[in-house]
C-alpha cells in the first residue's frame, strides 16, 4: 500500500547565540514529522498537539542523551564539593592557556594576603624557603671580598719598595684614597674582549659582543662547549643545581661567569682585573633580566625579541685598563748603570775564566791515562792534582789553545799504570815482541792475538795473559796457532779422527798421540767406508798411524737399509725407503715376500730402526677382490639414503644386506666401475623412507606441487621455504611441517607469505559470475550467448596469464546445470553435454584445453527455485569457478 504524504519542512527561524532550545520550534518539527508518519492523524493537529504516547516515545528516541546531560550539568551545579572537583580538574589547564598579565593581574591580590598571612603565622617557613637562596649569594660575596683583599695585598707588596711605589704613596697621599686602592688602580691592567649570554636551561647563545681587534672562534660553538664544562663538572661532581663555574683561567685569559634567572653572562677578560669588575658585569645581568625576564624565560633560539640586548652587553665590553704611558726614571737607570757596568766585567771575566778552566778540566778528564783526583780555583789562581800514566798525553801541553794562563795553574800528578786496553798493547807489544806473523788488536775491550807463533812466544804470552787477569783487560791468545812440527802433527791427526767420528758405521772408543806415534781403536761396519782410505789428504804419516778395528753391525737407517735390501730381495714393484729414521715399504708384492718381510720388521724391532710394510699392498687374487669389495662397500655407505647393516665375504662370494631408499642410487649400478664380479654378490635391501633433507625435499616438491614463486632449499640442515603462495597452499605446507616435525626433519615456513591476489579478485569475479544460458533440452548455446562466449574465453586467458606471472596456476571448472524438467538422469546428462560444449567453444576460441574442468551437476544446484517465474530459464546455464593451485 503507498500514501502520498508532504514532503517535511523546516521551521526557518532566526539564527541566535542563544544555545537554549526553541521548544516551539522542536514542536512545530515534531508535528510536522508525526503528519508525514501517519497522515490519518493530520486532521487532529490544529495548533499544538494533544498528548501522545508516540511522541514521547520520539522525543527519546532524538534528544534522550541531551537530556541526560542536561541533568547531569544542573545536578553538578547543585552539588558544591562535585563542582570544586570538577572546577579543580581543569584549573591547571585554564590557569596555562590564560594571558599572563590577565592572570597576574587577577591573582596578584589573592597571592599577597596569602603570603602576608603566611609570614605573620610562620615567620621560619619564609626562613627555611630563602636560605638556599641567600646562603650561596652570602658565601659569594665574601670570597670575591677576600679575593679582592688579597688582590690588593699581593700588588701592595710588589711596588711597596719601587720607583712606582713613591709615586704611589705621593699621590695617596694627595688624594686621601688608601695606598692599596692606588696601587690597584695603576698596576691591574685588564681588557673585557667577549661577553656571551648564553641561556641557562638549553645553553643556546642569545647574544654576543665582541670588543675591537679581538679574535674568536664560532661564538654558537663556545656557548656551546662552556655549557657542556658546566654540566661535566655538575654531574662528574654531583654539584647542586644552582651552582656553577665562577672562574676559568687559561694564561693571560680569564673567563668570569655570572648567573641569573634565566640566563648566564660570561666575560672573557685579558690581563688582571679587579674584583670590583664582578659588580659591573652583574649590574649589567640584573638590567637584562628586569627589562626581559619574560622573552629570557621562553627563548628558544629565536633573538628577535631581544634586539636591546646587544647594547647593554656593549657596556661591558667597553671596560678596559690600559697601561699608563708614563715618563721613563732616567735618573734611576742612569744610577743603577753605574753601580751595575763595573761589576757586571768583573762578573763577565771571572765568569770566562772559569769556563776556559773547566773546558780544560773536562779536556783532562776526557783523556785515557788521566785521573783529576781534585780541582779548584782560589785567588784567582787555579789548582789540579791526580793520577797520569806516562804513556798518557801531557797535561802541560793540554793548555795550548785553552787562553789558561800557564801561569796561574799549579799541578800535582801521581804516576801510575792504566788498565786502558790501548796502554796494556803498548805495554805488551813493548815487552813480548810479537812476531810478524802474529797481529795484535783490540776487540770489544779485549787484546786479541791473531796468527802464528813458536811454542815459546806462546808460552811467554800465556804468561803474559794470566798477569793481567789479576785486573786489567783480558788477552785472548786462542788464535795464535803453534806452528812447531809436533804441534802441526797433532792439528792434522785430530782433524782426521774429527773426520772418522762424522762416519756412519765408523765409533771411536780410543785415540792418543805416544813418542810421534798415532793410535786408535773403535768399531766398524763392513758397510761403512775404509778409515785407511780416509788418511789421504789429511796430512797424516799412514805408517805413523796404528788402528784397530772391531766389525760390528751399525742400526743406523741406511746400514739397515742394505741390509734388508740384500736379504729380502724385494721385487721391482716395492720400494725401500727412509723416511725420518723409519725404513718404509711402498709398492706391491705377493703375499709370501710380504710374509717374509713381516718376520724381518718383527726382528728389528728390538732395537734397530722400524720397518714399515703397511703400505705394501698385496697382490694376490684374493686380495685384490677384498680391496675391490671393500671399495664397493665404502662407496655405498657414503651414499645418502642407503644403510649398510651387515656384509661378510665367505667362499669367494660377497653378502649385503640393508636399507635403501627408493629415491637413493641403485647399489647394482654402483658396481660399475668397482672391478666386482656382480655375479658374486648377493644383496638383500629393505625399502624405507629416509629422512635425509635431500629426500624429504623431493618427497615434498612431488607432494606439494609448489608454485613457482616458492622455493625449497636446504640450509644448515633445515629445509627452508621461501616466497609467495596462495593460502590454500600455505595451509597444505603448514599441515605437512607439522607431520615432519614427529619425525625430527624441521620444515620452516616462517618466511612463506600468503600471495596477494587483490588484481585477480577483480577478474575472478567478473569470470565466476558468468553463466552461458540453454534453451530447454538444447545442448549448445543459442547464438545470443556467442558474445558471452567471447568475452568469457578472453577473461579466461587473461586470468590464465597473470596467475602464471603471480606464481600460481589457475584451473576452471565447467559445471553444467538443468532445470527440473524430465527424468534426472536425463538431466545429469544434458548438465554434463553442456559442460562439454562450452569446453569446446572455450577451446574452439583459444583456451588451453589443460586448464578446463567439466562436471553436470543436474538439477541439485539450482541457481533461483524452480517454481518461480525465470526459475526454468535460469536453471538451464553452464556456471564457472576459478580455483588456484
Request: proline letters at 6%; glycine letters at 6%; one cysteine or more.
Amino acid at each position: 500500500m503507498t500514501s502520498t504524504v508532504d514532503p517535511i519542512t523546516l521551521p526557518q527561524r532566526t539564527a541566535s547565540n542563544d544555545t537554549e532550545i526553541d521548544r516551539e520550534a522542536l514542536a512545530r518539527l515534531l508535528i510536522e514529522i508525526a503528519r508525514n508518519v501517519d497522515p490519518d492523524y493530520r486532521a487532529r493537529f490544529d495548533g499544538v498537539p494533544t498528548a501522545d504516547p508516540r511522541m514521547e516515545t520520539l522525543r527519546q528516541l532524538l534528544v534522550s542523551r541531551e537530556i541526560s546531560e542536561l541533568s547531569r550539568v544542573t545536578h553538578l551545579l547543585d552539588e558544591p564539593e562535585q563542582l570544586a572537583a570538577a572546577v579543580g580538574d581543569v584549573l591547571s589547564s585554564a590557569a596555562a592557556r590564560a594571558p599572563h598579565a590577565q592572570l597576574g593581574e587577577a591573582l596578584a591580590p589573592a597571592v599577597e594576603r596569602a603570603v602576608q598571612r603566611s609570614i605573620q603565622k610562620s615567620p621560619r617557613t619564609l626562613t627555611d624557603i630563602l636560605y638556599p637562596v641567600f646562603l650561596p649569594a652570602i658565601r659569594k660575596s665574601i670570597g670575591e671580598k677576600i679575593d679582592q683583599t688579597f688582590q690588593s695585598l699581593n700588588e701592595t707588596l710588589r711596588h711597596i719598595f719601587t720607583w712606582h711605589g713613591l709615586k704611589w704613596r705621593f699621590e695617596s697621599w694627595r688624594t686621601g684614597a688608601s695606598f692599596s686602592e692606588v696601587v690597584l688602580k695603576h698596576s691591574l691592567i685588564y681588557r673585557v674582549e667577549h661577553v656571551f649570554l648564553i641561556n641557562r636551561n638549553s645553553g643556546l647563545l642569545i647574544a654576543h659582543v665582541t670588543a675591537d681587534n679581538a679574535t674568536s672562534e664560532d661564538p654558537q660553538l663556545i656557548s656551546s662547549m662552556l655549557s657542556a664544562i658546566q654540566d661535566f663538572v655538575k654531574d662528574s661532581f654531583n654539584e647542586k643545581e644552582q651552582s656553577g663555574l665562577d672562574t676559568i683561567r687559561f694564561g693571560d685569559l680569564r673567563l668570569w661567569s655570572e648567573v641569573g634567572p634565566f640566563a648566564t653572562l660570561v666575560s672573557v677578560i685579558r690581563g688582571n682585573p679587579p674584583e670590583e669588575l664582578h659588580e659591573i658585569v652583574r649590574d649589567v645581568l640584573l638590567r637584562i633580566h628586569d627589562e626581559c625576564s619574560q622573552a629570557l624565560e621562553q627563548f628558544d633560539g629565536d633573538s628577535s625579541q631581544l634586539a636591546g640586548i646587544e647594547a647593554q652587553l656593549q657596556t661591558c665590553v667597553e671596560l678596559k685598563q690600559e697601561e699608563s704611558n708614563q715618563g721613563f726614571p732616567w735618573l734611576v737607570v742612569a744610577a743603577a748603570l753605574l753601580i751595575l757596568i763595573p761589576a757586571g766585567g768583573w762578573f763577565f771575566l771571572s765568569w770566562q775564566s772559569g769556563q776556559r778552566w773547566q773546558a780544560y778540566v773536562s779536556r783532562l778528564e776526557t783523556q785515557p791515562g788521566i785521573i783529576v783526583a781534585e780541582q779548584k780555583i782560589r785567588g784567582g789562581q787555579f789548582y789540579i792534582a791526580g793520577l797520569r800514566d806516562p804513556l798518557g798525553a801531557d797535561p802541560q801541553s793540554l793548555l795550548s789553545g785553552t787562553q789558561v794562563d800557564p801561569a796561574r795553574v799549579h799541578s800535582q800528578w801521581q804516576l801510575y799504570q792504566s788498565l786502558e786496553p790501548e796502554f796494556v798493547l803498548k805495554r805488551l807489544t813493548a815487552s813480548l815482541y810479537p812476531p810478524v806473523t802474529v797481529r795484535l788488536s783490540i776487540v770489544n775491550d779485549r787484546i786479541v792475538a791473531e796468527g802464528e807463533a813458536p811454542d815459546t812466544w806462546i808460552d811467554r804470552a800465556r804468561a803474559a795473559a794470566r798477569q793481567l787477569s789479576a785486573g786489567g783487560p783480558e788477552f785472548d791468545i786462542s788464535k795464535v796457532r803453534d806452528v812447531s812440527p809436533e804441534a802441526r802433527a797433532a792439528e792434522h791427526w785430530q782433524a782426521y779422527v774429527s773426520r772418522l767420528g762424522t762416519q756412519p758405521g765408523i765409533i771411536v772408543a780410543e785415540q792418543k798421540i805416544r813418542d810421534g806415534q798415532f793410535y786408535i781403536a773403535g768399531l766398524r761396519d763392513p758397510l761403512g767406508a775404509d778409515p785407511q782410505s780416509l788418511l789421504s789428504g789429511t796430512q797424516v804419516d799412514p805408517a805413523r798411524v796404528h788402528s784397530q778395528w772391531q766389525l760390528y753391525q751399525s742400526l743406523e737407517p741406511e746400514f739397515v737399509l742394505k741390509r734388508l735390501t740384500a736379504s729380502l730381495y724385494p721385487p721391482d714393484t716395492v720400494r725401500l725407503s727412509i723416511v725420518n729414521d723409519r725404513i718404509v715399504a711402498e709398492g706391491e708384492a705377493p703375499d709370501t715376500w710380504i710374509d717374509r718381510a713381516r718376520a724381518a720388521a718383527r726382528q728389528l724391532s728390538a732395537g734397530g730402526p722400524e720397518f714399515d710394510i703397511s703400505k705394501v699392498r698385496d697382490v694376490s687374487p684374493e686380495a685384490r677382490a677384498a680391496e675391490h669389495w671393500q671399495y664397493y662397500v665404502s662407496r655405498l655407505e657414503a651414499q645418502p639414503g642407503i644403510i649398510v647393516a651387515q656384509q661378510t665375504a665367505r667362499g669367494g662370494h660377497f653378502y649385503i644386506s640393508g636399507l635403501r631408499d627408493p629415491l637413493a642410487a641403485d647399489p647394482q649400478a654402483l658396481l660399475s666401475g668397482t672391478e666386482v664380479d656382480p655375479d658374486r654378490v648377493h644383496s638383500q635391501w629393505q625399502f624405507y623412507q629416509s629422512l635425509d633433507p635431500k629426500f624429504v625435499v623431493k618427497r615434498l616438491t612431488a607432494s606439494l606441487t609448489p608454485p613457482k614463486s616458492v622455493q625449497l632449499s636446504i640450509i644448515q640442515g633445515r629445509i627452508v621455504v621461501v616466497g609467495e603462495a596462495p593460502a590454500t597452499w600455505i595451509n597444505r605446507a603448514q599441515a605437512a611441517a607439522e607431520q615432519l616435525s614427529a619425525d625430527g626433519v624441521v620444515l620452516d615456513v616462517s618466511q612463506l607469505h600468503e600471495l596477494d591476489l587483490a588484481e585477480l579478485n577483480h577478474l575472478r569475479e567478473a569470470i565466476q559470475t558468468t553463466d552461458i544460458f540453454f534453451s530447454s533440452g538444447k545442448v549448445v548455446p543459442g547464438p545470443e550467448q556467442i558474445p558471452v562466449l567471447d568475452r568469457l574465453a578472453g577473461q579466461i586467458k587473461e586470468f590464465a596469464q597473470d596467475a602464471r606471472k603471480s606464481g600460481v596456476t589457475a584451473r576452471f571448472m565447467l559445471t553444467g546445470h538443468s532445470d527440473a524438467t524430465g527424468r534426472e538422469t536425463a538431466n545429469a546428462s544434458i548438465s554434463a553435454a553442456r559442460a562439454e560444449t562450452v569446453r569446446a567453444l572455450l577451446n574452439k576460441r583459444g583456451v588451453a584445453p589443460e586448464l578446463l574442468l567439466v562436471r553436470g551437476a543436474g538439477t541439485f544446484e539450482p541457481a533461483v527455485p524452480e517454481n518461480s517465474q525465470t526459475g526454468s530459464s535460469t536453471n538451464r546455464r553452464v556456471s564457472v569457478t576459478v580455483n588456484l593451485d
